[in-house]
């Protein structure tokens, strides 16, 4: 576990927020009594509503303030738009088998471990200090044990190149690996068996005769694409705009850990941005960002073997072409106001870009928001140029057209080469190899081999064309079947295929990040009188306020109830708690669950109307008459005020002779 | 499709309105491009903010109004779970097949069709007249075709009784009528095969290795009561109380038709209130609903041939025993409120007493909440009361403490016979039988069993009890292994296992009936010039304002563009149309998608900062200053005001002239 300091300077410790998170029910293990599934979680009340609050924050921040098209897709997907995508061929983890005990291992994860065990056992034998590296719980299946090994200063050097580019292996590679390094498994000291790749999606079948293939989805983009003809119409053809989408996504991870980090569901929040890729990708709203301070780590540093940051304005870094396009600046720094936002610590937050060799292959710039967490830098956000990739190959597939057809002002004329098929003539002559002929022809060719192959017709009648799709892997094409000219083409409108930039959510990496980093401890720190606290902003709190009766005096009753029915009425979230726990214990028991305000009602209540309101980090209270209390708990919930506006403006309260009574 | 009235009068015409919601993108079949599966749809902007729309008031209605306790579970679920939940072994429809062209059958569906067409054939050949019935989406796979022959009255007799008890038939009898009455598949004029059962629940497998069996939760209710245990812990043992969940479930329909009514993937909210069985099921806010009249059409009616309903008080259904007890009539009654308040046209709404065959065997009362539309009554709600079932079955596979233990005020004393083993020795006499023998001893017998046993061991100094799990049936006991005394207990401590009342909504019924209860057409009817109006109330509005430039005039975007943030400010949400259409072309668009109210920016706006407010149902206009409009627009989204009191609060406006200029 990485060493974390809270934001009130204490060390983190991890162990003692888990088991306040598993006594408050934030989160379970789904499926406990039966024994659990790795992977699979339940929220409970309270991480419900925190999902719900940073949900309603997302949309609001992403989806109306920009008039974004949201959808709601189906999870259930067929076979073939998976192929399409690419997903059945390379949406897969490399695993190998242990022989002799059947486990099974992530090929990556085990090849990382076991070097960088026998690293820290060298460390070890030369007598140096070994640091406790970060754990990435997206990496590892298990420590593994060093032993103080010394080894060639050599080796040495190629474990860590090995190291250092771990990501970039295929299966055969770390085969290899496995085998020149004769890597074992520390369980049973077996080599394990060369990796094969394993699809991370779920498959079943759809229907009765279990003949349609499915998928759940591994991510919400797909069903966005799919759309994108009838959502351009929705938007009366307006470019550029978004489309958005909140819901579940599942990966069946290898062998999944580090809790609500690494999981088999998973909720998403997804934009899908469409833009013209010409005229440099330009966001008419970019000049209200340009100014933000973003810390980022860009690929030349990582490349060079370093994670050191720097911290510039987004408008600098895409002046300076560190960050592709405007667009995509736009939302890294959108990203960044929203973190913000919901409470993440923002000392904690760093952009990462991904390096050349870890992108998809269609990508053209991806940068991850990064949160830093007790498990290490987790990938929150992934914010990616998708090209033009997506909607290319599902047109080119279906025929849909997934294209924008825009009106010119000024009609733009083309001087160029053109090939007309006698379609009548065609089929006949190349018969089941015609489509795919076909399809060279009309879409294949580059101007040059157009001239050439006029050229060609014109002196031998025929010319020859090479075809991957036909079994002598040429087709020749005599003068009969084409024509090839050069034409004056006048063009009204503008056809082309938008590019994506998709910022992409992981809801419970990112719920699971900001209560670690509002987690801290009130008393002597690590002692038994340690209490735990959930600093989160009002806005994204489970429940917003706590109603204390002082006793369970039965006139205290229906002004509690009659309070949450006001409190309802305001939009803001309540509970009372009328058990008889002493106050103070009623108040530490909303600290861990991160309640910022309590209000109490006492007997002065009673007589003249007034109640106490409590602030979670400060304890500080203040006292007033109901209606100013609500107001000013309205004011601060929907952030217009903060909590030292209240102190100035209304009386402060030390209430402790109420404990007594 | 039976003939269904508009609010306004209007006859219902399906078309159109399917026409307009596919036009403005309400919902779209998915994966359309690639050819579509049946039963998956994906909802487009205004379909999805609808669905948030109807969320956010389920949650707000039941969720915060009665503090329940709101979870989310995991959709993936391993198979022993829904083994002891009793959907692996039954969750399933009966199918056939058709030998000749493999067409796949619902069999009770298939019956249903061919006997209804040939009594419509016996109708037309006595020359009655042949009413369309009701459709209903449930049911049919297709409308099967009829030829007019006439039946034998005995045979017509037998089928109408058939008919009437469709549901109440197993494959077996399926398939003894489709051999009894030659029923034939019309496509092929073949007999299909026996009728086998299909299971309704998606299969996957979890993890690398391909042994986790699982599904795709059909409901949400089962990841709710696995959790019951932390859930009562997290009320601090609070009884009664209810836990909620709203999510997505799967079920792989045979033949799914009838667009979102019967579909493969849907939306669910539920809730699980847990109740002492104890005392009849009182509920304490029971006397705040009692008063609420309801249309009920109880199971004697039905069982009697008819379906007339009757308006009663809940209060009275509940006194006379019409409704099994108070905490379910409390949430029928909220039922009931809900669908009020959400726009649901009250004059289409009943609710359906489930008979005794049609009921799970473990539910002692069921009602549904059935929405008229013009597939015919639609189930969209369902409310059951699933006794102690599911938490016992539960509770006695995993031995999870799934049960309340209250402190009693008062102690029990009881005099009971008890039954001692003595392990020690049990185990090594019975060996591999001593696990079931023991359960029978000490769980499964009855007082009188007991003191017969107690004497039996005085008098012989054994017993012979029958223990089904054992090879001879049979197991002798003799005194040194067990002790059964006659004993005084004093219990301080009640224990029981809550019973469950679950009302279950499906959120795509509702939303599509909801649609249709609110669509009706301006213009003639009928007509050309007929134009679609969605009645939605504000508050579920899919956009609450359109905001409308009177013209390209460069004038109005910036105020267009700040109305829209200071609605965004209120939380309302808004859209602005800044299209080249006429005025009465974008109002018309968007009486289309539902949005009840319009705010037009024209010259004198520029000068003076008044704007124009339009109603939807009524196209009638108010003009205000912009503060007095949005101020207008935020009571009547809130519900706190009708249209009605702004005209009489703000003056009329004839705007006519302004769209000419």
């Given at each position: ?33 039966y ?5 699979l ?8 509503a ?26 259930l ?6 192929k399409?995508?690419?997903h ?12 002799k005990?059947g ?12 070097l960088e065990?026998?690293?820290?056992g ?17 990496k590892?299946k298990?420590k593994?044990?060093?032993?103080a ?6 080796v040495v ?10 990501d ?11 085998k ?12 394990p ?31 966005q694409?799919l759309n994108?003809?009838k ?9 550029p ?10 990966r069946?991870?290898?062998s ?17 941005h469409?833009?013209d ?7 008419p ?5 340009e ?14 073997g370093k994670t050191?940051t ?8 895409v002046?300076d072409?560190?960050v592709?396009n ?13 973190l ?13 870009q991904?390096?050349?060799n ?11 928001a ?15 140029d ?6 290319t190959?599902?047109k ?10 825009e ?19 065609f ?5 089941k ?10 879409e ?15 002196s031998?009648g ?12 040429k ?8 024509k090839?000219?050069?034409k ?7 056809e082309?295929t ?9 809801i ?10 509002n987690?801290w ?20 709190a489970?429940?917003k ?10 006139e ?11 409190l ?22 909303n600290?861990?669950?991160g309640t910022?305000?309590g ?9 003249d109307g ?9 304890t ?8 100013k209390?609500l ?9 217009s005020?903060l909590?030292?506006d ?16």
């Open positions: 576990m990485a060493t974390i300091t809270t934001r009130t300077g204490q060390t983190m410790d991890r162990q003692a927020m888990d088991s306040m998170l598993r006594r408050r029910m934030f989160y379970t293990p789904a499926f406990e009594i024994g659990g599934v790795a992977g979680f339940d929220y409970g009340p309270p991480g419900c925190l999902q719900a609050n940073l949900i309603e924050t997302w949309r609001k921040h992403f989806v109306l303030e920009e008039d974004m098209l949201e959808v709601d897709c189906s999870v997907t067929p076979h073939d738009v998976f399409t995508s690419g059945v061929d390379k949406f897969a983890d490399w695993m190998c088998k242990d022989p005990n486990e099974i291992l992530r090929a990556d994860h085990f090849v990382e471990a076991v065990a026998r690293l820290k060298d460390k070890e034998a030369r007598g140096q200090k070994v640091e406790e590296k970060e754990e990435d719980p997206k590892k298990k593994h044990k060093s032993v090994v010394q080894l060639d200063d050599a050097k190629e474990y860590e190149e090995v190291l250092a580019q771990i970039n292996y295929d299966g055969d590679q770390l085969g290899q690996l496995i020149k390094f004769e890597l074992k498994n520390p369980e049973t000291g077996c080599e068996s060369p990796p094969v790749p394993f699809n991370l999606m779920f498959q079943t079948s759809i229907g009765p005769s279990s003949n349609l293939a499915g998928f759940l989805r591994p991510e919400t983009a797909q069903g694409f994108f003809h959502l351009l119409e929705f938007n009366m053809q307006g470019m705009f978004a489309s958005a989408s909140i819901g579940k996504s599942y069946n991870e290898i999944p850990r580090a809790g609500l980090l690494r999981v088999r569901e998973f909720l998403m929040a997804e934009i899908e469409y833009v890729p010409d005229g440099g990708k330009k966001h709203r970019f000049t209200e960002v100014d933000i301070e973003l810390v980022l780590l860009d690929k030349e540093t990582q490349l060079s050191d720097k911290k510039i304005t987004i408008g600098k870094a002046k072409k560190v592709d405007e667009t995509l600046g736009y939302f890294i720094a959108r990203i960044h106001l929203f913000e936002k919901i409470g993440v610590d923002m000392s904690k937050v760093r952009f990462r991904h390096m050349a870890e992108m998809a292959h269609y990508a053209c710039d991806c940068w991850d990064e949160l830093l967490t007790s498990y290490g830098w987790i990938e929150c956000v992934g914010c990616a998708r090209s033009a990739y997506d909607l190959v599902h080119n597939k279906t025929g849909a057209p997934l294209v924008v057809r009106k010119l002002n000024e009609p733009i004329t083309e001087h160029k080469w053109v090939l007309e098929l006698d379609k009548k003539k089929g006949p002559q190349f018969k190899d015609g489509k795919v002929v076909a399809e060279v022809l009309e294949r060719l580059t101007q040059e081999q157009l001239e050439t192959f006029a050229n060609e017709l014109e031998n025929s010319f020859v064309v090479d075809v991957a799709g036909v079994a002598s892997g087709a020749t094409v005599s003068k009969d079947l084409v090839i000219e050069y004056t083409i006048v063009k009204h409108v503008k082309y938008p590019n994506v930039i998709e910022p992409s959510f992981g419970g990496r990112i719920l699971y990040s900001l209560i670690e980093h987690f401890t009130r008393g002597s720190e690590g002692g038994d009188d340690a209490r735990g606290v959930l600093s989160f902003p009002p806005s994204v489970p429940t306020v706590l109603i204390v009766p002082l006793s369970k005096n039965e205290f009753s229906p002004i509690a109830r009659k309070m949450g029915q006001k309802r009425a305001l939009g803001i979230s309540s509970r009372v708690d009328d058990s008889g726990a002493t106050i103070g214990k009623r108040y530490s028991r600290d861990e669950l910022p305000f209000i109490t009602i006492d007997f002065q209540t009673v007589k007034s109640v106490t309101l409590r602030e979670r980090d400060s500080t209270q203040v006292r007033a008459d109901e209606a209390i107001e000013a708990v309205q004011a601060m919930v929907n952030g005020k909590w030292k209240i102190q100035s403006e209304l009386p402060k309260f030390e209430g402790q002779e109420l404990e007594v009574r």
